[in-house]
């Protein structure tokens, strides 16, 4: 924490060692609610408190502190509450004592179809609470609670855990400006609260006394007396003001005569404001544009800023007419820092390391320099210039991005990629963050223009703002006396400002609108690097596309009227009408129609724009095709209908909609033979599902392998689902696949024991076979979760029945190395020790021929026959079938691998688009890449790897997607996203030397089981690459 360097080795003793601090860490269950202004060092204490517990925690393995800082450089934290979860619980799972994956973890793992679908706010909320519950005492710290933007949610959050499940051992301290009374007035619960305005003077006192006495500090030179007067004056008009007195050392630090220092004494400013003030007054005239833009990007911008891309900056002439342009002989080429250090009050630079990347990044000094930039104080300033609104600051941002652009023309003109990255920093932010920009501009105009007002000629641009304000403040007033405000004025600025700014976009999308697609493809904006100019498998997108996906409206309008063709098919979302359809934009979908738009044409993924918008769960959307005369049983798209769409997504009221206008529940998917009811029961949407059985879906319906919706819930683990479906029509329990597999057998190769237990409860055979003879119980030795096997066992599943090649349970636990499995199965039945299975083989050839050390060992202790056991070494055949057993074994797949399996792009697009985890694996631990390349499916081979996927992966058995047929391209293309050459197994001199230590550490164990003839008369030969 950046925090914890500027503060003295003293400072925060008080506050650690102060009654409400003491009494909090020893209270269950507490919350302490520290509050302060601006400066006022909130952060530091923070970060002294967080080392303090840190360190305590060393001594306490059972305790763990996770903490998280609200600010514009984390803003995934600080504007999206379920990443502050995720947040939250990777922190606290990392503190496992054990080292090992801590159950919630995994169970929340599993619950998001293992890593298929991001988890959901409930499903961590409680996974959260679970992991608490593993630690005493469990410290959560937040700072800084202003700049959460999702405010209520957090606080919701803290009352929840406080309030509500009250778990002794938790402890919650949050930072803020505001008073707890005044965030949670209603809370049943008291909570020990702090002020920090005038708490923290001795910790500024020793900030300054070691700031002046530390060697190397430029103000230690002075003469002791020199140094106290300089002390004297900051402890007296600091206030108790970490940020005040920061900026003072740096101006005092200037001085370099007595006169200077007693001047600087002198006139030192009595506020923050004054300070910035100050400073913004001294900023070049030649320097006050680009410093203003600058600022306005550091205020507002999309993620935090690179120092190299706010040197490109300096370089946009916005004062060009008849509209910006880019000069690349103003970029700061040399000096970077020393350019911005000198406004060490406004800018300071960070140094970030992300793996192996290191870089600088460029942020505002304070949280109070953005406060003083937005605030009324700085407009009667003589700095005026510098105020900034959202909308000068989004409109100033989304100039600069696509001036910037613009520079590279087109064709031969365009860097690469990598090109950019280096000799074009701010491309890679300009491509991606453009669209966000020139929307919060349009978002921030409609705001203003209910407010703003147009000012005679003649009046400035301070004169102006403080006119609009005191309008505003009027309007404010006479709304809340009921008086409707007269418009007595209409805004022209804001609107010329958008009619440029539209402009710009006309002028960018007509003529370079590609440029940004090498950079950052809209399309699919989880891609870093996009691969091409265009989508797969679609023609590139028109700029009016571009325009209805982004919402600009008027710059849709005016590009209809330079007679673009509006029934341009091309881009992810195949038409201009279906992307507007899909992101929810109802007044370009109106427009469009108005201007004949034709709504049924086919195109993009989901072929047609009802099916986009019923995917997206856009309902007015939806209504407004409807309306339009859509053919509502379209089929058409990934998904076949907009039904299946809806289900398989989870919008019920999209789906209900649907159905009122006479949607087919029923259709069947040709290439699946699936109803919207088994999508989605698939991805555990019970609303849809109840939904779909009070319109008459058919529970017993089935796809093309024979699964119904429970085949499909049960192994994905969603219990409530599983419980509607067996309590609407039991005799789904009596129901099998093409193969003869039940719901019990899939659902017991995953971790869902609950789920495996209410398939039992209500009546489920555990011991009916498939059409191999195998038993749910031999479907579960292969994951060996203990709990499933202890749940069969416990409803009479059988340890000794034989599937139709004679593996039984134990033979499986054997050939899978899973000694305490076996013990389980042999504490049920002991006599089963010694059963011959597949070609006469114990549970012992078994282990002995898979070198399984652990179950020798372990079925030799409970006295399996050792007699002739080594002449599994001389079966050939045996070692055959052993080797490619694994290859018919149950593997249940869900999610991304489902879809990679079946080659079913648009949907990879579509899980990906939702944060799926792409190298998410099931129990096996085989990925999406892993099953893609297994069924030959080269073109998601080639979609996985240009999308991230990891091609250095391997399953639990060392199998990786390598090991399969591919393209030569395929191959190259590996190589060039980093796959290292990993030997065939057994063949490298490494896996050799790993094999032999195995092997020997058997016939070591073998030599006090064996007489000594006939263990020498064995000499082990390795098995041969297959």
Known sequence: MIASDKRSENTGSWFLE?????????????????????????????????????????????????????????????????????????????????????????????????????????????????????FSPCYLVADAFDECKEKQAFLRLVNTIIGQWRIPQVRFLVTSRSELSSELPNRSWKGFTLSLEESNNGDVRSYIETTLESPGEPLNAWDPERRKSIAKSLIARGNGNFRWVACQLERLRECSTNKDLDETLEGLPSTLEETYERTLAKVEESRKSSICHILRFLCFSARPMRLDEMSEVPAIDFEAKPRPKYCSEKRLVVGKAGYFNKYSDLFSIATIKAGDEEYSELRLAHLSVRDYLLSTKILTSPVSYFYITELSAHHSIAQACIVYLQQFGTGDQLPTYEEAIFETPLTLYAARFWFHHVQASIKAASQQSSVATAYPTGIDTQQATLIILIIQFLTQLLGLLGVEAPVLMKSSGVKNQLLDLNQLCVDFLVSQGQTQIRFFDPDTPWVEKPRASTTPGHAGPSPLYTAAQAGFLDVVRQLVRQGMDINSVGGRFGTPLQAAACKGYTDILLFLLKEGADPNLRGGDYGCALQGASRYGQEACVKILLKAGVDVNATCGEYYTAAHAAAFHGH?????????????????????????????????????????????????????????ALDHAAPAGFDEVVKLVIAHDRACLKTSDRLGNTALHYTVAQNFPSVVELLLQNGMDPNLGNDQGRTALHSAIRTGNIEVIETLLRYGATVNKKDLEGWTPLHLAAYFDKPEVGQMLLDTDGSIIDIPGPNGYTPLHIAILRTNVESVKFLGNRGAEFTNCLRVFDAIDGAAMLRNFHMNYISPITGL????????????????????????????????????????????????????????????????????????????LAYKHGYIDRPGVLSDEGDRAKEKLKVDKLFEYLGGKLPADELASYQFQYPQDS
């Open 18 to 134: 102060s009654e409400e601090f003491v009494r909090w860490q020893d209270s269950p269950c507490s919350l302490l609610w520290v509050s302060g202004g601006a400066g006022r060092g909130k952060t530091v204490l923070c970060s002294t408190a967080i080392d303090h517990l840190i360190a305590d925690s060393e001594h306490q393995r059972s305790s763990a502190v996770a903490y998280i800082y609200f600010d514009q450089t984390n803003q995934s934290v600080s504007q999206d509450h379920n990443r502050l979860l995720r947040s939250l619980v990777q922190q606290l799972a990392a503190q496992n004592a054990t080292g090992s994956i801590p159950a919630p973890l995994k169970s929340l793992y599993s619950r998001s179809q293992n890593g298929t679908r991001p988890p959901m706010t409930h499903d961590l909320t409680n996974t959260l609470r679970h992991l608490i519950e593993t």
């Open 652 to 708: 019920a009221h999209v789906l209900k909609l649907l159905a009122d206008n006479g949607a087919d529940i029923h259709i069947l998917r040709p290439r699946d033979r699936a109803e919207p009811l088994i999508l989605a029961a698939s991805v555990g949407h019970l609303a849809v599902v109840e939904l779909l059985l009070s319109l008459g879906a058919d529970i017993l319906t089935r796809d093309k392998d024979e699964c119904t």
């Open 897 to 972: 691998r489902i879809a990679a399996s079946y080659g079913l792009e648009v949907q990879l697009r579509d899980l990906l688009e939702g944060e799926a985890d792409i190298n998410g694996t099931d129990e096996g631990g085989r990925s999406a890449l892993y099953y893609a390349s297994r069924m030959g499916k080269n073109s998601i081979v080639r979609f996985l790897i240009e999308n991230g996927a990891d091609v250095n992966a391997k399953a639990d058995d060392d199998e990786s997607f390598m090991d399969f047929w591919l393209d030569q391209d395929i191959i190259d």
